[in-house]
């Protein structure tokens, strides 16, 4: 029997009624004939509610720490869901990351999957039963607790949907599908009916969390199609990202059209480090923050995805630690992303008198092949998204 990958995110599961839901959504799949494997996220707001619990009792809380709470919201969601499916009279096993075999770098809180032995897994599909996974986390090389990042429950999926040769594997949230900017931010954004891995990753990167770039990363070696789906609307199709989208499908116009999407972080860090911008860089390879830098010499600036981070404070601390003279601030980020963009100064010209008709104070641009990016304002951000959106992907 063919092996499918169904990852639920959180808020696809924020209370029971949602949990029994879903149950029966698995049930019916299997009722299907797919050997299962579900991967769920913690329930609605639990990971952000632990944390405020451990920042309650110290400012600092250590990393390790952190892990063994954090992993604890996708356990409660994985034996919750396991109870639900048995009461359909299914069989079913919950299991943590370390008994599927996720083993991981010691990193903690932004752990790497170095490789996946997913025996376990495999006993449990032959004995029939679906298998419920605790996403984001694994077990490090030393056997403690790890967690992989804001958003890995999505990298454990393909992690493991790679690891067992899985027909593919299905990301299901409360979005039908990667759309052409956050539709909760950009209201004229449109579903996507396909992408390329490199423009998801690019879209993650710069702030899309529908999909975690580093599952992209995961899907891209693998060669799996990567599903985007709605878990409560039957009829959307969503949005694959793989390798070989049908160029035929796209409907873009690239003379008037060239970016695919347009991404947003709403507050990252800016870093004007001038010389002490290496040592920022090496700091910041033990955190795992995405990078962008700008730049060389002595103005040497960085921009900082913090998402992902637990603590900022304390992060700008560390960074002002190796590099004194560094200044530091919030700043927002917009992104266009499509293949060839910044290759073309009109683009960039444009996107520019885009930003700024949208009232925003450009404080710098930056331009790669397939992507350019404006770092602004933090209040600044999303009318700027919306201008950009319409100016570079519909082409308005
Ligand atoms: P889950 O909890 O299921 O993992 P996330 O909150 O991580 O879900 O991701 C879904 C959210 O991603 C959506 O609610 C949407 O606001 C946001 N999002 C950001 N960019 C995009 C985009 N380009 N397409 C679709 N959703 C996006
Ligand atoms: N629960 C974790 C988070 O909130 C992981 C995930 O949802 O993928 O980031
Ligand atoms: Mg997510």
């Known amino acids: 029997m063919s092996i499918l990958v169904q990852k639920y995110g959180g808020s696809s599961l924020a209370d029971l009624q ?3 839901q879903v149950a029966q959504k698995i049930v019916a799949t299997r009722e299907e004939g797919h050997d299962l494997v579900v991967v769920v996220s913690a329930m609605g707001d639990t990971t952000d509610d632990l944390l405020t619990m451990a920042k309650e009792i110290s400012a600092n809380p250590s990393r390790r720490e952190l892990d063994m709470l954090l992993s604890v919201g996708e356990r409660i969601s994985m034996a919750l869901m396991s ?12 299991l943590t990351g370390s008994q599927c ?35 984001y986390q694994g077990a490090s090389y030393r056997r403690d607790v790890t967690t992989l990042g804001r958003g890995g429950s ?24 990667v759309y052409s900017a956050d539709p909760r931010v950009v209201l004229t954004a449109r579903q996507l009916e396909s992408l ?5 990753q690019e879209m993650a990167r710069c702030g899309a969390r529908v999909l975690n770039e580093e599952a992209v990363e995961f899907a891209r070696r693998a060669k799996i ?16 990202v793989r390798v070989d989208y049908p160029q035929d499908a796209r409907v873009r116009d690239e003379s008037r059209s060239p970016a695919v999407a347009v991404s947003h972080i709403d507050e990252g860090l800016w870093v004007v480090a001038g010389e002490e911008a290496d040592a920022v860089m090496e700091l910041l390879e033990s955190y795992r923050v995405a990078a962008q830098r700008w730049r060389p010499g002595e103005a040497a600036a960085l921009f900082l995805n913090v998402d992902d981070v637990h603590g900022v404070d304390a992060l700008v601390e560390e960074i002002r630690g190796v590099a004194p003279e560094v200044q530091v601030e919030r700043a927002g980020m917009v992104s266009a992303v499509g293949s060839g963009i910044g290759r073309r100064p009109r683009w960039a010209r444009m996107g520019r008198g885009l930003v700024e008709g949208s009232g925003a104070e450009v404080r710098e641009m930056f331009l790669f092949p397939d992507r350019l990016s404006w770092v602004m304002g933090c209040g600044e951000v999303r009318a700027a998204a919306g201008a950009v959106h319409d100016g570079l992907v519909l082409g308005q």
């Not at 390329?196 to 998801?200: D, G, W």
């Not at 599903?227 to 949005?239: I, K, L, N, P, V």
């Open 154 to 177: 999505d990298t454990t999926a393909v992690a493991l949907a790679g690891a067992l040769g899985a027909e593919a594997c299905e990301i299901y949230s409360d979005v039908d599908g």
């Open 225 to 240: 199609a990567l599903y985007a789906r709605s878990t409560h609307d039957r009829e959307s199709r969503g949005t694959v």
């Open 83 to 94: 109870i639900a499916i048995q009461s359909h009279g299914h069989e079913a096993v919950s």
């Open 196 to 200: 390329s891995y490199e423009e998801m």
């Open 18 to 20: 949602k949990v029994r």
């Open 101 to 135: 075999g996720i083993i991981t770098t010691h990193n903690h809180s932004n752990a790497r999957i170095m490789d996946v032995r997913p025996f376990r897994v495999q006993d449990e599909l032959e004995q029939g039963r679906i298998v419920i996974v605790a996403g």
